[in-house]
């Protein structure tokens, strides 16, 4: 009798009804998103982040994301990805909310580039240059096989052992002038990524198989990485990173194959291009 007696003073102190459990915590909340850029355009690859918790996504091609398990309250998301600048916007949410909305982050700084080298007729962007003026003048090339299985801390490009994180292995006989034609004029055609103010700079990291082309002269040299296994290259002045892009033209895995005739692995590349 005492027990029930102290049990129903208890509840009326706390307000609670015999028998009632203890509040739980507020429903979760969840935002379901799109980020758009100019015209509508979605935006792949944005990073979404909720200030103040752990919650974040990454849109898909469509621009799509969802971000769950968020509790009840005023937020800021803060929206960044390739080509955008960084967006901020205030939500509030209330608990067990499904919040559907599109964030449109405005004009992409890819397209009004875009935009403006196609009315200066500069579309598709290529090469500087001043880069390939560079490599047409030097004194010297000297061609080197890298190893991208024992990526090390970066050094100085200059190095004899390694250029950046990826020792050298090998160096193939010095280059015919024919054979050096065939790649400038392999890069002379092909088109390099936009660069924009703020975006982290891309050089490819794989690099297996993967060349360095150095051309030596009077000015600070031209580091050429190729890689064969995406197809990419990407360009260097005296250590510093200029441009990439990728192979548009089968003189690169032509230089390969003459630079090594007899590396097992880049011999093959050959035959997957289709040559003979």
Known sequence: MFAIRLLVC????????????????????????????ARGAPVALAEIVVLG???????????????????PGAFQIRIRGPGILVHMEALRLTPGDTLRREFNVGPNRYDELHDSLSALGEWPPRIA???????????KVRVFR?????????VSPDSEHRFGPWPIVGEADP????????????????S??????????????????GIDVRFIGEDQPVDVLLCYAC??????????????????????????????????????????SGGD
């Open 53 to 71: 918790t752990r919650v974040g996504a990454v849109t898909d091609e469509a621009g799509a994301f969802v971000l769950a398990g968020l509790p």
């Open 175 to 190: 280059p015919s002038r024919g054979l050096v034609r065939t790649l400038i004029e392999a890069l002379a055609a092909s």
């Open 146 to 154: 890298l190893d991208p299985d024992h990526v090390g801390s970066w």
């Open 129 to 139: 240059p001043d880069v390939l003026d560079n490599m047409r003048h030097v004194s």
């Open 10 to 37: 208890v509840a009326l102190v706390t307000g609670a009804e015999p028998g009632a459990a203890p509040p739980g915590p507020s429903p979760t909340c969840t935002i379901i998103g799109r980020v758009t850029a």
């Open 192 to 209: 390099v990524r936009l660069r924009v103010a703020g975006e982290p700079q891309k050089m490819c990291g794989g690099f297996s198989p």
């Open 231 to 272: 197809g990419e290259f990407s360009l260097s002045c005296g250590g510093e990173f200029r441009q990439s892009g990728y192979f548009a033209s089968p003189g690169f895995v032509e230089f390969a194959v003459r630079a090594f005739p007899r590396d097992s692995v880049l011999s093959r590349l050959r035959t997957r």
